[in-house]
Each structure stands twice: as C-alpha cells, then as structure tokens.
Nanobody, 126 residues
C-alpha cells in the first residue's frame, strides 16, 4: 500500500520562503512520477509541480503560476520529494498535496495521479 506523508508548510509573510517535503513508502519505485498539487478554499485542486526519473535523466514540470518561484527536487533512492517555495504570494495560500503516479511521463492532470497524501497547510499573509 503506497503511502505519502507530507511535512513542512506553515505560515509565512508575502515574499518569504517555505519548504514542504513528502516521504513515500509501500511500493513506490523509481519509475513513479511524484508531484505536488494545491487546493485553496472554494477552488479546484491545481497542479503545482512534478518530477520524474528516466534513463534520459530527471524531468520537472511546473504550473504556470509558480514557474520561476518554486522548485521541485527529489531523491529517487530515498523516495522523497520536496517543494521549495520562494517569493510566496497570498494567492499561494492552500493545502498542498503530495501525489504519485506510475511513470515515466509527468503530467498536470489530477485524475492521472493514483496516490495522495493528507495535505499540509501553507498560509501566506499579506
């Protein structure tokens, strides 16, 4: 049974930085794609970033609203992925969810991800 457990998050002022991490267990292998989504109150769950590993190297995918500010990284051997969030804005406030899908192609489509963590709250004050 695949399990994803997020950590990090919290409250930060606009312009600040936060890091959220995700530890995967229970069958995640090197050909999985790991990603982050977020959901603000009253809004749809939104793609944030994804990372995948293949013979050709590491691939990263970002949502338009976070490009240039967020960086996804991962340790394939340790089944961990992190999201470094810089220059945070109040509109980044949401619950951030770690997600996983069988790879090797990273996608932005929520329904293609099979496994989800419980989420961690990120709040950015203005």
């Amino acid at each position: 049974q695949v399990q994803l457990v997020e950590s990090g998050g919290g409250l930060v002022q606009a312009g600040g930085s936060l890091r959220v991490s995700c530890a995967a267990s229970g069958g995640i292998s090197s050909n999985y794609v790991m990603g982050w989504f977020r959901q603000a109150p009253g809004k749809e769950r939104e793609f944030v970033a994804a990372i995948s590993w293949s013979w050709s190297g590491i691939s990263r995918l970002y949502g338009d609203s976070v490009k240039g500010r967020f960086t996804i990284s991962g340790d394939n051997a340790k089944n961990m992925v992190a999201l470094q969030m810089n220059n945070l804005k109040p509109e980044d406030t949401a619950v951030y969810y770690c997600a996983a899908k069988r790879g090797p192609i990273a996608t932005t489509t929520r329904n293609e991800y099979n496994y989800w963590g419980q989420g961690t709250q990120v709040t950015v004050s203005s």
